[in-house]
């Protein structure tokens, strides 16, 4: 699954540990995710949607399709 | 901002005070099978009450670190979870499958001696710890 983590963290200004801070997880985590090699729950996508104050589908996109 | 920052923090903090907290339950209960398996003959002479004592001791310290360790793992995020996961099923499998071919060596006359749980154990444990690493390597 690709998303725009990266990118909107960037445009934040924000470390990954910053973003881990935020949304209750590692580091190691976010770094994960960012690299798509894990996708998120869906409560943590929802998290992560409310905190950027974007739709999920604007920051996960399926990579599939 | 500053005060989900704080709470974050009092999260990870959380995270490996759970983790110490495994750890000390680990200690104790190999401390508790020591001395349940060593106490009859070096310290109470094969007394049978103390015996049960010490056993039951052993048991209780061990389902400690069996509460201790779930609290951990429900503390871990989601990414951690799976990795534990992971590898406490690849440590289930091997430890189920190579005990059953174990026990069946001597029954067939493969080997001589006595099949041990603690070979089990020890294979389970060092299994556990490679997926364990594979399980990071892998999310890395």
Redesign the interface.
């Known amino acids: 699954m690709k998303n725009r983590l990266k990118v909107l963290r960037a445009e934040r200004d924000w470390t990954q540990a910053r973003l881990a801070n935020e949304l209750e997880v590692s580091r190691q985590t976010i770094n994960a995710i960012e690299k798509g090699k894990f996708d998120p729950s869906l409560p943590l996508a929802f998290k992560a949607a409310r905190l950027f104050g974007l739709s999920i589908e604007e920051i996960f996109q399926d990579g599939a399709g | 901002m500053k005060k ?2 704080s709470a ?2 009092q ?1 990870e903090a959380s995270t490996a005070k759970n983790g110490t907290r495994v750890l000390i339950w680990a200690l104790a209960w190999v401390l508790t099978t020591a001395l349940a398996a060593f106490g009859p003959k070096a310290f109470w002479d094969f007394h049978t009450g103390l015996t049960i004592l010490g056993v039951l001791i052993n048991v209780g310290v061990g389902f400690g670190m069996i509460f201790a360790t779930k609290r951990h793992l429900q503390a871990l ?4 979870q ?1 990795i534990f996961r992971d590898a406490a099923v690849l440590s289930l499998g091997v430890g189920l499958v190579c005990a059953s071919s174990y026990e069946l060596l001597e029954d067939i006359q493969l080997i001589t001696f006595q099949p041990e749980i603690s070979h089990v154990m020890i294979l389970m444990c060092l299994t556990f710890l490679v997926g364990m690493i594979a399980g ?1 390597r ?3």
Do not use: A
């Not at chain 2, 995020?77 to 951690?80: C, L």
């Open positions: 989900q920052t974050t923090g999260w995020d989601e990414m951690h799976k990071h892998k999310y890395r």
